[in-house]
């Protein structure tokens, strides 16, 4: 039966209104296993579902964030908890817990940044962050956003093709693959110290070969021309393993 126009109308302003204040993180698991989403506020703002849930493959849930959050989502893979929510991932491990309650994943992970409006601007800005390494494909795309929203993402699967010394391995599988800073833990790479700059710090040949293949997400700190996107929508959709 055809939804009549003023129904429609006010499903819409329903809708409208109840995203006033906030935005849909709708989060999607397209891999072809689990994997355990973490979340992170940054400092002043919360951290949705303690820190960490489970999505089973196939399986989505939405998230909804207050306007102007700020904060990271990555995906763990390989986990293993108890009743009590202890346990550890393979990747994107924080501290051992199921809900992460204020603790990073461990590198290397495939990060999900963003900032959704500050007091100073409505714009929001995210981006797909290799920066820490690699662990599962991810994608951020707008939906019903302004004109010139971009998406961010990295889709293939940089574990494939990781160089050797960057390579996280679990029971002879890759599972990971490091950043040249992870690996080298130096300045140089990982533009700190005297090459806290965007003059001072250039891209290395293993972020050459990320941002080759993921050519939509951040390959080393100074990446902002290419891999940060700017938008202004009351949802987005990060999906895990993305269709390519």
């Known amino acids: 039966m055809p939804i009549s126009?003023?129904?429609f109308f006010f499903l819409y302003l329903f809708i409208s209104l109840s995203l006033a204040d906030g935005t849909q993180l709708i989060i999607v698991n397209h891999c072809k296993e689990s994997i355990w989403p973490g979340t992170l506020g940054t400092v002043g703002h919360q951290t949705p579902k303690?820190?960490?849930?489970h999505l089973h493959s196939g399986e989505q849930i939405v998230m909804e964030v207050p306007e102007n959050w700020s904060g990271r989502i990555w995906g763990r893979q390989g986990c293993c908890f108890d009743e009590t929510g202890k346990g550890s991932c393979q990747t994107g491990d924080c501290a051992g817990l199921l809900?992460?309650?204020g603790t990073g994943g461990k590198p290397p992970a495939t990060l999900v940044e963003m900032t959704l409006g500050t007091p100073k601007s409505a714009l929001h800005y995210y981006d797909v962050s290799l920066v820490d390494g690699f662990n599962l494909p991810v994608s951020?795309?707008?939906?019903?956003g302004s004109i010139g929203c971009g998406v961010a993402a990295c889709e293939a699967d940089l574990n494939a093709c990781?160089?050797?010394?960057?390579?996280?391995e679990q029971g002879g599988k890759v599972v990971g693959c490091k950043s040249a800073c992870l690996a080298a833990r130096s300045d140089r790479y990982c533009c700190t110290g005297d090459f806290a700059s965007p003059n001072s710090c250039r891209p290395t040949v293993f972020a050459h070969l990320f941002k080759a293949i993921c050519p939509r997400a951040y390959s080393y700190a100074y990446d902002d021309s290419t891999a940060l996107k700017k938008c202004r929508a009351p949802r987005y959709v990060i999906t895990f393993c993305p269709p390519k």
């Open 50 to 53: 303690d820190g960490g849930f």
């Open 99 to 101: 809900y992460c309650r």
């Open 5 to 7: 126009p003023f129904l």
């Open 162 to 168: 990781c160089p050797k010394n960057l390579v996280v």
């Open 140 to 144: 951020m795309i707008p939906v019903g």
